[in-house]
């Protein structure tokens, strides 16, 4: 079964605004991590931001918010007053919190692109 | 501080040669593991290890072999290269430490060829 759904292929934003990505998850553990990544088009995988489930309040990280909703399943990023240099791939991942596990379960990602 | 290197940047194989692909991390972290990105999908897991002389399989492990001799290094066999093994591969490594922001470092990437 997939454990992390990011229903947006692709998306296009005009410069400026803010915009979200969608991200749902599935799991049956009570502990959990939950992860964004960019990767441009150079290819390399930037770490944004990181949610554990049992953070009561939302991560933010500069321009990068997560917005958690723990009942709903659901870890979508927020990026606020884009700039060009977003544009990007852009993926969610969960880690299922057990003993030495650092595994890292990858959603199919998002393409974003800015518009000038 | 190099953070996770990554040899070679590019290779061309030709079905049935072998290869390793090398990775290397100066953070001291316990846990590395190596990842493979098609097209249209995310990263899956190939193998992972949480240790020198540990190591275990994740979720695309056929046709790859691991070992981790020392905490730096963690390299990743392929015995017998075939077409569906074309692509990008990333390690990476992390550290387990409670109370402090988790993330994955990830390597720049090896993109492979199998002709």
């Known amino acids: 079964a997939q454990k992390i759904t990011q229903t947006q292929p692709g998306m296009f934003v005009q410069e400026k605004e803010a915009v979200t990505l969608d991200c749902t998850y599935d799991?049956?553990?009570?502990?959990?991590?939950l992860f964004w990544y960019k990767q441009p088009s150079s290819g390399e995988m930037i770490f944004l931001i990181y949610?554990?489930?049992?953070?009561?309040q939302n991560a933010t990280e500069g321009r990068y918010s997560l917005n958690f909703q723990k009942a709903r399943k659901s870890a979508n990023l927020v990026i606020s007053a884009s700039q060009l240099g977003d544009s990007a791939m852009y993926f969610c991942a969960m880690r299922e919190d057990k003993f030495g596990n650092e595994k890292l379960t990858f959603g199919t990602g998002t393409r974003l692109t800015i518009i000038p | 501080n190099a953070g996770v290197t990554q040899t070679p940047k590019f290779q061309v194989l030709k079905t049935g040669q072998s290869m390793t692909l090398q990775c290397a991390q100066d953070m001291n972290h316990e846990y590395m593991s190596w990842y493979r990105q098609d097209p249209g999908m995310g990263l899956r897991l190939i193998h992972y290890s949480v240790g020198a002389g540990i190591t275990d399989q994740g979720e695309v492990p056929n046709g790859y072999n691991v070992s981790r001799s020392t905490t730096e290094d963690f390299p990743l066999r392929l015995l017998s290269a075939a077409p569906s093994q074309t692509s990008v591969y990333f390690c990476?490594?992390?550290?387990?430490?409670?109370?402090?922001?988790?993330?994955?470092?990830f390597g720049p990437g090896t993109r492979l060829l199998v002709l």
């Open positions: 799991t049956s553990d009570q502990s959990y991590g």
């Open positions: 990476a490594s992390s550290y387990v430490a409670s109370g402090e922001q988790e993330t994955q470092y």
């Open positions: 949610q554990g489930s049992y953070d009561e």
